[in-house]
């Protein structure tokens, strides 16, 4: 993927899932997003877990919510001058999974 051909990257965590709100980002994106310059927008759907319980084989009628952050990229969080021993595509992926868990507030 080049970031000519996606300028932007979405990341979602939904709640009630298999993990829920204790699902870790996993640092390829912050791989992409750093690497290749791409700005990332945080993602959150609520709700999902009443349309589709977990087990259910049939999908029921329920509010979902899909709430979309502010983009953001390498140059909004300061990676380069953090501890040499900090992964910093791990560090971006922790404060993405930051900024999505502030939109379910």
Not at 19 to 33: E, P, T
Request: glycine fraction near 8%; aromatic fraction near 8%.
């Amino acid at each position: 993927m080049s970031s000519a051909e996606a300028s932007l990257f979405a990341s979602f965590l939904k709640e009630g899932g298999p993990r829920g709100r204790d699902a870790a980002v996993q640092k390829g994106v912050g791989i992409l997003a750093i690497e290749k310059n791409i700005p990332v927008i945080p993602v959150y759907i609520d709700g999902s877990s009443k349309a589709l319980p977990r087990g259910a084989a049939f999908i029921k009628p329920a509010k979902i919510r899909v709430i979309f952050g502010r983009p953001f990229g390498v140059n909004d969080i300061d990676v380069k001058r953090q501890q040499p021993s900090v992964d910093e595509y791990q560090l971006f992926a922790d404060q993405l999974r930051e900024r999505v868990l502030a939109l379910s507030k």
